[in-house]
């Protein structure tokens, strides 16, 4: 299999910062806030492997880095330390080494980003299908009806009513808000997409939706994808490996099976029996 993203070490610190930071916080301390000096360690040394096609889920409570390592791999925030290297096309690219220019480039054509909140990846000034060509526009010279026709093509795919895709998004559920940021996410064929928390708030029916259609963009098109969740539910069924954490470390990893049928952790042992 080949290997799309490899993380080592990566390490996110809110606030000054002191000697005493990773040595007093954990899940053995029960806090990610440093006695010392009050930073807050939101991510400690999370490395891992993705390879093409592959789901990754990443579990844990609210609070547990989860979302902060995909929003540093996003370049929505500047890590602490640590590497990530993204391989493309015999290629490859040491993330936080990369300029402005070249970061919008991968967020805008290798990259797809689905935030818990619309608010952050659409554009609520501008319609259903004005959010998608925005990001077709980023990439490509396209004339206006191929990109009529590629939004149209994609709200169809997400199951959002293509007579609707010159509505704002602000006139519409959230779960359909989801399926245009999945649209905008996916106008590119990005190999390697990013799921933050995609179907908090939703309805039972909706989520299932948004679930099956994950799975079969998954399936269609090979796209790897990392998803957060404190969901078990949503684990089992899209990821086949899953990185448990708490406190912003990794306290399990492995196959997901593995982990929901046989957790090892205390923690993770508490997570699984709290969702029977």
């Known amino acids: 299999m080949d290997k799309i993203l490899e ?15 990773f040595s007093s916080t954990g899940p ?3 806090t990610n806030i440093c006695p010392h000096c009050g930073s807050i360690v939101a991510v400690h040394d999370l490395s891992f492997d993705l390879h093409r096609g592959e789901i990754l889920g990443i579990m844990g409570e609210s609070g547990s880095g989860k979302s902060t390592a995909v929003k540093c791999l996003y370049f929505d925030q500047e890590p602490y330390s640590g590497t990530a290297t993204y391989f ?34 659409l554009n609520f000034d501008i319609s259903a ?25 994609l709200l169809a795919r997400t199951e959002v009513l293509t007579e609707r895709m010159d509505e704002l998004p602000r006139n519409f559920s959230g779960g359909m808000q989801q399926r245009v940021q999945i649209s ?20 039972l029916s909706v989520q299932a939706k948004i679930l099956d259609l994950i799975l079969e963009i998954q399936t269609e098109l090979n796209t790897a ?22 406190y912003g470390r990794v306290i399990e990893s ?9 957790p090892q952790h205390a923690y993770t042992q508490q997570l699984v029996a709290s969702a029977l």
């Open 129 to 153: 299908g004005g959010n998608i060509a925005e990001r077709l526009l980023m990439n490509q010279v396209m004339n206006y009806a191929d990109i009529r026709e590629r939004a149209r093509e």
């Open 28 to 30: 053995e301390f029960e």
């Open 225 to 246: 994808m990392i998803v957060v969740t404190h969901d078990l539910g949503v684990i089992r069924l899209l990821a086949g490996r899953t990185l448990v954490m708490k």
């Open 88 to 121: 493309s096309d015999d290629q490859q690219y040491n993330l936080f080494n990369l300029n402005a220019a070249q970061r919008r480039k991968m967020r805008n054509h290798n990259f797809g980003m689905v935030y818990q909140n619309p608010n952050l990846g």
């Open 254 to 262: 492995g196959l997901t099976d593995q982990i929901l049928e046989d």
């Open 7 to 21: 993380v080592r070490n990566l390490t996110q610190l809110f606030g000054k910062g002191c000697k005493h930071c």
């Open 184 to 203: 905008k996410a996916l106008a590119t064929n990005p190999p390697l997409l990013f799921l933050d928390e995609v179907t908090t708030g939703l309805d």
